[in-house]
């Protein structure tokens, strides 16, 4: 009966209100409402609606909310419904007590509740049932009293004014007859199936007379025997009648199709009838209907006489699915001129000891308006050239998993019979095709769709094989047992395809992939290339597609592709697809993703990456990923979740998928995840609390990430201050070192320069004066006179002037006198040291012992020291009893090695000069 249904829904748009309406009455059928809820220990209320089920309650609970509009008591041990334990939920709408054994039903039960529009009953022990038991039940809607064992007093409907839907059925009943008066007026829908009555009588359903809105009836499984002449009058407007597995016999089923003439019958569902044999004469009486749909599946029907459905010209959907059917001639469907869909999924079967089915040419010729022919499951013989013929409207063509040798190897005759109509869609899934040869398919001006799911084609697509489908949008080849080799061409005449499915079906490594294949579809949006084992793909690989929205590429082999390591580089294959929206690329062994693997992808919104074995993430590989709605990270080798990865995709994630990784859980590696899950949305995180687990460290060893304690990571904080700042000074000591070790003269240098610019080169008081000839007495060894003349002289200018002996000697005056004097009237004593000073007797016996004596009479700080060479302390201190120590360090200075620091040399050197002649205190 469930197919039945599911064809109703699937007819035209004026059958699509009785569709719904046929669902509906199968859907509140008392075997469908015997589904068990899952255990529970207490009542789950929620919107107004309190779920009581399945607790072993023998009374109504006085503790829900007083507001409740629904209640459910099913599936407990309640005997009896005392009115007064609902009197605390008058406002209830909707109450269900099936599956309990109650006994009666109490005529205060609607009076209690007055606004009560369904009621469910179904599965007790309801047994007499009386006028007045539901005499205050008049705004109900629905009543489902199935399975019980009524017996009917007096007429207990007749209050029912508002119902809309009743179900009696599976209660022994013996007829038909409710009531003696008519009543039920807007009853639309009504349920007698499983009952023991097997005649219909004339005045039946007389109590319906007045019901004009009923549209459909059960009478499924009610074995008539005898059907009265007029049994259907009351009921003229009918237009659903459900018979199926009724054990008639052909002549009341003849009978039942005559009583019919006179109603408004558009759909009639025969199924499981036994109807081996239908003869011409069985849908005789419904010739003047306007039956639009006839099922008559599941009959084990092996012959149709020619001219069966003649009388239903009007009808335009016919299931015959599985049936036996051994033959189909010329007659078989003669006078379906309306019809539009056929239905025979497994219809004509071969058995163990039948012979194949046979279609006869033109056996097709007088449906003309058909537009869906479903033969999927069948076993026919042969397709001929006139198999088809007369199909002009056939938009859908279904054969798959047949069986035909036709079919396994097919050329430009197979549907040659398809040539002048519009077909649309061809399904040739499972039908052990093995060859296509040039323009199978060139007929087909129109296909749109090709499915070549579940095959056997083994050969070299040129591309000749789809010649002539200028229109084709559609063409699956998925799971094909053996393999196909693509070349260049390969869809060279389907430059319109959109959808293209080859998982499963490639000899990836034979194929001859430049230039690529996929060059001419410059239209595809899906393209799904899943295990085919593809190792080695090229950056040109997917060049051009502009428009490719769906990439599929999981369960393959492309781990080197993207390794660093890879000879010429990581390849970019993925480069050029701006539109691309699902990329998967599960299971291809992936450890390693290149920095640029996935840039231009702006509009990409799932990425999918489950079961590789990616650890250790790029910072960067997500950054442009802007628009990524789900992303698919499960059952990889991720310990560390950092914000620097995937702060960007998580920001506007709808679906997170990353469970089943052995996760760090320390405060580097976990705590911005943890953080970020408890932020975030629950439902957005698949598996969150059972698969997200930790691996590490052993005191988190397998259990839930959420269970890590992200307080602890607070007291890092001081520490990671007090780490920042004493590496931060660390660092800056370590660069002033390097300055000063390097350039540290070249700071003094500008010191000094900003210094004295300000404060000018001499800080001698003003007292001091000018009292002095020379600023400096020059005292140096013979050797070092040309470096003095060289090195000093030039410096000397208006404010600084240098007592040179050999060239300011005073004339006439000894030699002895002559320095004497000239110390004297010098401010500065200026000892240019080396080796050869100090061991030079003359410089060392009287020079130096002279000018000590001045300095020591005079008790002025007054020594300069120039140090060419580097002398020791002990032989300066031993030939010119001087020490370092003794001096200002500004006093006492060294030519520099570099030229470049000769100018701060000067600098220091005037300086020194500069500086008062007072003792320090």
Known sequence: MGRFFQTMCASTDSHLLLAIIIITCYLMTGPHNSVASQKKTSCQVEDGRADCSHLSLSVIPPDLPRDISSLDMSHNRIVKISPGSLTRYGGLLHLDVSYNSVTKLDEGLCRTLPLLETLNMGHNELHLLKKEDLSHCSNLTGLNLASNRLKLQGEPFSALQSLKYLDISSNKLQSAKLGSQPQLPSLQKFNLAFNDFTTLKANDFFYLNNSSFLKLLNLSSVSLKKLESGCFKPISGLRVLIMDGSNTGTLVITKLCSELSGTAIDALSLRMMKLVTLTNTTFKGLQKTNLTLLDLSHNGMGKIEGGSFHWLSRLQTLILAENNIKHLTKGTFQGLKSLKKLQMTKALVKGHTSSTPIIDDFSFQTLSNVESLILSHTAIREITEHTFTGLTSLKELDLSWSSCTSLKNINNKTFASLEGSPLLKLNLSATALSHINPGSFSMLKNLTVLLLDFNYIKQTLTGKEFEGLDQIQEIHMYNNHQKVVLSATSFFYVPNLRVLTLGKSLNWTASNLEPSPFNH??????????????????????????????????????????????????????????????????????????????????????????????????????????????????????????????????????????????????????????????????????????????????AYFNQSVMKFDVLSCKDMTPFQALYILSSTAVLMLMV???????????????????????????????????????????????????????????????????????????????????????????????????????????????????????????????????????VHDYKLSRSLFLRRGMLRPCCVLDWPVHKERVPAFHQKLLIALGMTNRLQE
Request: proline share 4%; glycine share 4%; net charge neutral.
């Open 521 to 698: 579809l410059p239209n595809l949006t899906l393209l799904d290339l899943s295990n085919n084992n593809a190792a080695k793909i090229k950056e040109s690989t997917f060049q051009g597609l502009v428009n490719l929205k769906v990439l599929k590429l999981q369960h393959n082999n492309l781990a080197r592709v993207w390794k660093s390591a890879n000879l010429g580089g990581p390849v970019l294959f993925l480069k050029g697809l701006p539109s691309l929206t699902t990329l998967l690329l599960d299971s291809n062994g992936l450890d390693e993703i290149p920095a640029k693997a996935l840039r231009g992808l702006g509009s990409l919104g799932e990425l999918s990456l489950a079961n590789n074995l990616l650890n250790s993430l790029k910072n960067s590989i997500f950054d442009g990923l802007t628009t990524l709605r789900v992303l698919n990270l499960q059952k990889n080798l991720i310990t560390t979740v950092r914000p620097e990865v995937f702060k960007t995709p998580l920001s506007n994630i709808s679906l997170l998928n990353m469970e089943k990784n052995p996760f760090d859980c320390t405060c580097e590696s976990i705590l911005w995840f943890v953080n970020w899950l408890n932020h975030t949305n629950m439902s957005s995180v698949f598996g969150q609390k059972e698969q997200y687990m930790c691996n590490t460290p052993v």
């Open 736 to 870: 002033t070192a390097l300055l000063v070790r390097f350039h540290g003269w070249r700071i003094q240098f500008y010191w000094n320069i900003l210094i004295n610019r300000t404060l000018g080169l001499s800080d001698a008081s003003v007292e001091e004066g000018r009292n002095f000839e020379y600023d400096a007495y020059v005292i140096h060894s013979e050797e070092d006179r040309s470096w003095v003349e060289r090195r000093m002289v030039p410096l000397e200018n208006d404010n600084c002037v240098f007592c040179l002996q050999h060239r300011d000697s005073i004339p006439g005056v000894s030699q002895l006198e002559s320095i004497l004097d000239n110390m004297r009237n010098s401010r500065k004593i200026l000892f240019v040291v080396t080796e050869r000073l100090l061991n030079d007797p003359w410089c060392r016996r009287f020079i130096a012992q002279q000018a000590l004596h001045q300095v020591i009479e005079d008790s002025r700080d007054s020594v300069v020291l120039v140090f060419l060479q580097d």
